[in-house]
């Protein structure tokens, strides 16, 4: 077994600078096991850049000059160089896997990696999985066949499971079609530190810290003072709505205007708000 999985890490993001030129808004960022963070912006604004910063632990040699610290320190070379012994797992919007080999093939490869003599995890990891897609993967099934949801879905289970990493990074998960809300529980669960890039305004607000980028840089860390509870709350029953219409759709059905009315009220007062919060 890999001796990382037995410690605790504190990451640290020490800041550079935007496409300006200007000095990024912080000086240090410490994220802890347990730790929660979504990273927002809009498209362009290098939320991408920050993640790919962490997962190769930067130390100054990329564009943005920023460094990427384990435990305040600068990172050993075996966690830079050997992917075995890397501390982060990433999971990119490019999760499509060329190699022709079945869902079995493929998790015993990576087991037999990263923790030898632990075949049992098969299991575990593939039950993990199907309770992140609607779609149900089988052990038989050919890793070019699964949809994009169901390729997300077994990324996640085998960074959590097989992996095992203390830091894990995903990009945008919203847009894989798969249960966020099972995956957030999961995350959260572990005493990991998360990274999430979202455009999702339910899993953004959900993390204990906010990092805005704007020009290829931090722009600000936001800290939650418990004022937006109540726009989590009305978000979740949107999200609940939106997955329950989603599996009818599935299922073929057809809906009367009369069928969105709650809702539209819901998403109403929940903008609304909002748009409060950002004045304040």
Same mark, same amino acid.
């Given at each position: 077994?890999?001796e990382?999985m @037995?410690?605790q890490?504190?990451l %640290?993001?020490e800041s550079?600078?935007n496409r300006?030129?200007e000095q990024?808004?912080?000086d240090?960022i410490?994220?802890?096991?347990?730790? %929660?963070l979504s990273?927002?912006?809009p @498209?362009?604004?290098?939320?991408?850049?920050?993640i790919?910063?962490?997962?190769?632990l930067a130390?100054?040699d990329t564009?943005t000059? +920023?460094?990427?610290?384990i435990?305040?320190?600068?990172?050993?070379e075996?966690?830079?160089?050997?992917?075995?012994?890397?501390p982060?797992?990433?999971?990119?919007q490019?999760t499509r896997?060329?190699?022709?080999?079945?869902?079995?093939?493929f998790?015993?490869?990576h087991i037999?990696a990263?923790r030898?003599g632990r075949?049992?995890?098969?299991?575990? %990891?593939i039950?993990?999985a199907? @309770?992140? %897609?609607?779609?149900e993967?089988?052990?038989k099934?050919?890793?070019s066949g699964?949809?994009?949801?169901?390729?997300? $879905?077994?990324?996640i289970?085998?960074?959590l499971?097989i992996?095992d990493?203390? #830091?894990?990074?995903?990009?945008?998960i919203?847009?894989?079609g #798969?249960?966020?809300d099972?995956?957030?529980?999961?995350l959260?669960?572990?005493?990991k530190?998360?990274i999430?890039? @979202?455009h999702d305004?339910?899993?953004?607000l959900?993390a204990?810290? +906010?990092i805005v980028m +704007?020009?290829?840089?931090?722009?600000?860390?936001?800290?939650p003072t418990?004022q937006?509870?109540?726009?989590i709350?009305d978000?979740?029953?949107i999200e609940?709505r939106?997955?329950q219409?989603?599996?009818?759709?599935?299922?073929?059905? $057809?809906?009367? $205007?009369?069928?969105?009315?709650? $809702?539209?009220e819901?998403?109403?007062?929940?903008?609304?708000?909002g748009?409060?919060?950002?004045?304040?």
């Open positions: 077994m890999v990382y @037995t410690q890490f504190t %640290t993001i550079g600078q300006l030129g990024e808004g912080f240090r410490e994220i802890r096991p347990g730790d %929660t990273i927002v912006g @498209t362009g604004s290098g939320k991408s850049a920050l790919n910063d962490i997962e190769n130390q100054g564009i000059g +920023r460094r990427i610290l435990n305040g320190e600068e990172p050993p075996a966690f830079v160089r050997e992917p075995a012994f890397k982060i797992s990433l999971i990119t490019n896997c060329l190699a022709d080999l079945s869902v079995e093939e998790l015993l490869m037999r990263r030898p075949d049992d995890l098969l299991d575990e %990891t039950n993990l199907n @309770t992140f %897609t609607g779609e993967i089988s052990l099934s050919r890793m699964l949809s994009g949801g169901q390729t997300r $879905s077994l990324m289970a085998d960074a499971v992996g990493t203390p #830091i894990l990074l995903l990009d945008e919203e847009n894989a #798969i249960f966020k099972r995956v957030i529980q999961s959260q669960g572990g005493n530190a998360v999430l890039v @979202t305004p339910y899993l953004a959900t204990g810290r +906010r +704007r020009y290829g840089g931090v722009s600000s860390v936001i800290e418990g937006e509870q109540d726009l709350e978000l979740a029953v609940d939106l997955h219409i989603r599996e009818q759709l599935r299922l073929g059905a $057809s809906f009367s $205007s009369d069928s969105s009315s709650g $809702s539209s819901v998403l109403i007062a929940a903008v609304e708000q748009f409060q919060l950002n004045r304040v």
